[in-house]
């Protein structure tokens, strides 16, 4: 997602890039709960709520995933892309190159 932030933030507005944002979220969910179900070891099923695509997506948690996600971007990209490895002392350890 953090990669997606910055590819995004100069070209989408806010409210476009939590859209997006939410669509990878689906997207993510149901390819891994597609994988996970061949080896029948998917954990969810969403199969009793209305709005479920093949019981692996529900369009009701699709609010939470947006407010979610303007949370993650606001709060939490934002930080961790200003932590810098580079910028800690020098503690004895060498860098890979």
């Given at each position: 997602m953090?990669?997606m ?10 409210l ?9 979220t ?8 597609s ?26 948690y ?16 934002r ?8 910028n800690?002392p020098?503690?004895g ?5």
């Amino acid at each position: 997602m953090e990669k997606m932030y910055l590819h995004l933030r100069s070209r989408c507005p806010l409210l476009a890039r939590a859209l997006l944002y939410t669509l990878w979220t689906y997207a993510w969910e149901f390819g891994t709960g597609s994988l996970l179900r061949l080896f029948g070891a998917c954990p969810w099923d969403y199969s009793a709520f209305r709005g479920n695509f093949m019981g692996l997506v529900t369009l009701e948690y699709a609010p939470l995933w947006f407010l979610a996600s303007i949370v993650a971007e606001q709060l939490i990209i934002r930080s961790t892309l200003q932590l810098r490895l580079d910028n800690l002392p020098n503690l004895g350890v060498r860098r890979a190159l």
